[in-house]
């Protein structure tokens, strides 16, 4: 609803003016106003002692503020801090979506870390095996040596060390 | 907000209770005065107060820093005001008051409570008189007009500010401005023309005095 002053400008201009609400180009139309209105002068006037007197008696209210209030409050701090699971649950509503989110990655987690360290182990004890078997055959059967041509006479070449040679 | 609240709540944050303390004692006196306005008792008043800076504390990881810390601070003293009056059995009175809607009435009243106080109410407040006259016409207001007059004439906070602080929007905030000031000078001028000069105390001693 708008109310029109006796000048027929909106009232709450006024206030805006004071307030410094008003845009630029209106504040500099409105104070060309000003000096040629009585009403809105006065009701400009009437704010500004209104302003003042409520500035005045808020001195006298801090005034009663209890002098020990902030050593009162800091004592009551630890109590209110609540330990740290229940501030981790009370937080639930302003973290839902990280909470959500952490919860689906631990649920997958908890099934795919045991998967790979379970493959992993199969991994491992099949390399394992694969070894040991090796092992075995290099212990049953020697290994397999590479045919050679037969040596030309009279040539020489170091002859391949027997058992029983040099007795 | 400016760059110390920012600092000081930061390291709150981080579990710095001489953080925490220092915006306290830079804003205990704001808040309790608000929550004195509305609550027109001073234990009260002080319960509010506590109320509100350990809500705050225990939210400081909520705060988003999108508007001042002080302004924060308001509107959880104002819900724990509101909701303290509404405990108590009490209505929080929300009319607007029709007789102001009468463009002749409020006319009538333009620039004289400027007259009645003078040029310096300073001096007109040292009178005991002026003090209680204030209470009064202060008492008749509705709560939401008590606090947004306040927040605005004390406080000094934007239309912006006053939207955040209150939670209504800015277009309400001018309205409910606007009445909280048009009833204001009325009531003062009225009971200033009928009232009596008497011995100067000052306004805390009026003030102190209400139950």
Redesign the interface.
Known sequence: ?T????CGLD??AV??YR???LPEAERRTFEGHLGGC??C???L??????????????D???????KD??A???A??PA??RPGWTRLLG?WH?HRLLWVSAVAVAAALAVLVPLVVRQGAIDRRSAAENEAGLRRRELVAPPVRPQLRPRPQGMFMPSPARPGAGR | MSDADRELVRRAREGD?AA??AL??RY???V??LA??LLKD?DD??DV??ET??KA??GL??FKGEAGFYTWLYRIANNLAIDLIRRRGHTVREEIDEEL?D?EA??A??????TR?GVD??EE?MRHE??ET?ERALAELPEKHRAI??L???EGL??EELSLALDIPKGTV??R??HA?AK??RL?TGELSAGAEGAPV???GA??SKP
Do not use: W
């Open positions: 609803m109310h029109r002053a006796s009232r709450t206030y805006r307030d410094g609400d009585a009403s002068r006065g009701r006037e009437d704010g500004d002692a209104l302003g003042r007197l409520l500035r005045i008696r808020d006298a209210l801090g005034e009663e503020l209890p209030f902030a009162q409050l800091m009551r701090l209110a801090k937080s302003s | 209770q925490y303390r306290v004692e205990q006196r704001r309790f005065s004195l306005t001073r008043a002080a107060a506590q800076f350990l504390y225990q990881s909520s809607l463009p409020a006319q009243c333009e620039g004289l409570l400027a106080l109410p300073a407040a002026l003090g204030l007059l306040i605005r004439e004390v934007s239309y001018m309205s401005l606007f000031r204001m000078q003062l000052n306004v805390a003030v102190a």
